[in-house]
C-alpha cells in the first residue's frame, strides 16, 4: 500500500512539474533580447526601465559589488534613489 502512495506522489509531482514547464513556457516573451549588437559588442540590460543598451554605451554604477548598467543619467538617479 504504502508503494501505491509513493507511485502516486511521483506522478503527482511529475504532473505538477510538466504544468510548471508548460505555464513557464507561455508566459516567456517569444524572442529573447538580442545578447550581442551587430558590431559583436556585449549588450547589457537597464535595470531601472529593462533597456538593452551595448556595454560601451551604458553609464556605469557600482552598486553592492556589482556593476550595474543603465541608459541614461535619469535611470542612474532614479535606481540610487531606490535603493
Ligand atoms: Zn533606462
Redesign the pocket.
Known amino acids: 500500500m504504502l508503494v501505491r502512495l509513493l507511485l502516486w506522489l511521483i506522478v503527482g509531482f511529475l504532473v505538477y512539474t510538466v504544468f510548471q514547464a508548460i505555464k513557464q513556457a507561455l508566459l516567456k516573451p517569444p524572442a529573447p533580447p538580442p545578447e550581442k549588437t551587430s558590431r559583436g559588442e556585449e549588450m547589457v540590460q537597464?535595470p531601472?526601465?529593462?533597456?538593452y543598451?551595448p556595454r560601451s554605451d551604458a553609464i556605469k554604477l557600482q552598486s553592492k559589488g556589482a556593476t550595474r548598467y543603465?541608459?541614461?543619467s535619469?535611470?542612474?538617479d532614479?535606481y540610487q534613489r531606490r535603493s
Not at 531601472?48 to 533597456?51: K, Q
Open positions: 537597464d531601472e526601465c529593462g533597456t543598451v543603465f541608459c541614461s535619469e535611470c542612474r532614479k
